[in-house]
DNA sequence: TGGAATGATTGATAAATATCAATGCGTTAT
DNA sequence: ATAACGCATTGATATTTATCAATCATTCCA
């Protein structure tokens, strides 16, 4: 089970990330609340069909426009999604770190990928096969409500970012986009967040040179430090205010 | 049944829209796929705890912020769903006609209003209690799958509004606005539809007065025909490409 | 070690969009 | 009738934001 052959090149090599991947998935189930209702046979089963796949910086996981075909837990790593949208532009909806689901509104839908995920960091993820998964809800509805608990959950925080990327200045999504960096994704991290230059953008619906122009100023006003990728958010009740108001 | 007695200022009075009230909401329900898998029994209770009640334009149905008790059912008439975003600042999410179901993203989660529901022309709605709905929920999970389907379907829609109202300027933003009211809204009415300026640009995220002005631009060009809310679309095909365009 | 590629930065400029103020025009209330 | 109100319209202007072009730094690779 833990050795792939592949017949083509008669070549057998280690299944992927193989030394990391634990015995059961009950331990990242245990972490995720929308999974508290399976039971041990249905946490059993998502075990025998689930794959865990690494994925180095950079690299699509999933495709906007292919079949969805599977959910993804991701287990380590960053990844971020986003919406492929005119001119080539993106806009991303949010990073998801370990240990996270990664579903999508193509599921009792039209089962097509609406958006694009890709690995920010080395990140390593189980993918889930609908069917299994659709099995299990028809057999548990606890587990249904927590899938629309989540879904509405992803609604609402989809309704917060329409005002915020329609209602608010360039200085205000900056400052929105570090906060939300810093308490949703680099939590725990001492104020201290990575992202690169054009995600930054994308995150926030603008030209990468005015996320820069906005990042300068806030530098000048020691409001953050720069050091590469990495920004230090030194006042943050400052960048609260500067995104209250917009 | 049909009769509420008003005990503090002791009237009788006659029920708000009671003469089109029907007699049982199996009518109403056989026109919406999200409530196919229901059964007789189910209807039944449906029809006995509902409650239909009469809007006049301008009337708050839901305000953002309140519990949310209820979800409802437009019978007649059109409303529209917006977020209250900053400084009084409004976006429109959409505008829902008869029959469709108005839920939201409080529910299963913190059980709050975060849109405000209006009337627009004068509308019947049937409110539906949400323990009702939870009860059938957990009885029924065709119907748990159907409101799955439901609200990743609102997702996707949501998702393909970011990039219009992020990634488009203001003639493709006003283009794509006047034909969803079009296509969604407004169907079989001739490509004659009906909106405010406010609201148009409430639509659209920007404000009146440029959603006034690229309206004359399209009415100068004989794509459209304005007089007062009623407006004409007399070139479907320039508004797709000027909205496709951005 | 010298490109070549990638991403960050800056300045100058143009384009997009909002704001402000004034006016007009119906409808409603007194 | 007249005032008051809500909504639509227009012009002038200010602000916001994107685009374009050039430069710089860093890494990676042959």
Redesign the interface.
């Known amino acids: 089970m833990d050795f792939i052959k592949n017949s083509t090149f008669n070549i057998t090599y280690r299944k992927m990330d193989d030394k990391k991947n634990p015995k059961h998935c009950g331990a990242c189930i245990s972490k995720m609340p929308i999974f508290n209702s399976l039971t041990e046979e249905q946490i059993d089963l998502i075990n025998q069909v689930r794959c865990r796949v690494k994925f180095n910086p950079g690299e699509v996981i999933f495709k906007q426009g292919t079949a969805m075909t599977h959910i993804i837990v991701i287990n380590e790593g960053l990844v971020k999604v986003y919406?492929e949208?005119?001119?080539n532009?993106n806009?991303i909806?949010r990073f998801v770190k370990p240990v996270s689901i990664i579903g999508?509104?193509?599921?009792?839908?039209d089962y097509k990928n609406?958006?694009t995920t890709m690995a920010v960091e080395e990140t390593s993820a189980c993918f889930i096969d609908i069917q299994t998964l659709t099995d299990i809800?028809?057999q548990n509805?606890d587990f249904?409500?927590s899938?629309?608990?989540w879904?509405?959950?992803?609604?609402?925080l989809?309704?917060y970012?329409?005002?915020e990327?329609?209602?608010?200045g360039m200085h205000g999504r900056i400052a929105g986009a570090l906060l939300y960096l810093h308490n949703d994704v680099f939590k725990e991290q001492n104020g201290e967040i990575s992202i690169k230059r054009q995600d930054l953008a994308d995150l926030t619906?603008m030209s990468k040179e005015s996320a820069i122009r906005i990042l300068k100023e806030l530098k000048d006003e020691n409001i953050i430090s720069v050091d590469g990728n990495t920004i230090i958010l030194n006042k943050i009740d400052n960048l609260n205010n500067i995104s209250f108001r917009?």
């Open positions: 919406i949208g005119i001119d532009r806009l909806l999508g509104p193509g599921f009792f839908t609406h958006v809800i028809k509805k249904a409500i899938l629309l608990q879904v509405n959950n992803h609604t609402l989809n309704y970012k329409f005002i990327l329609t209602q608010k619906a917009g």
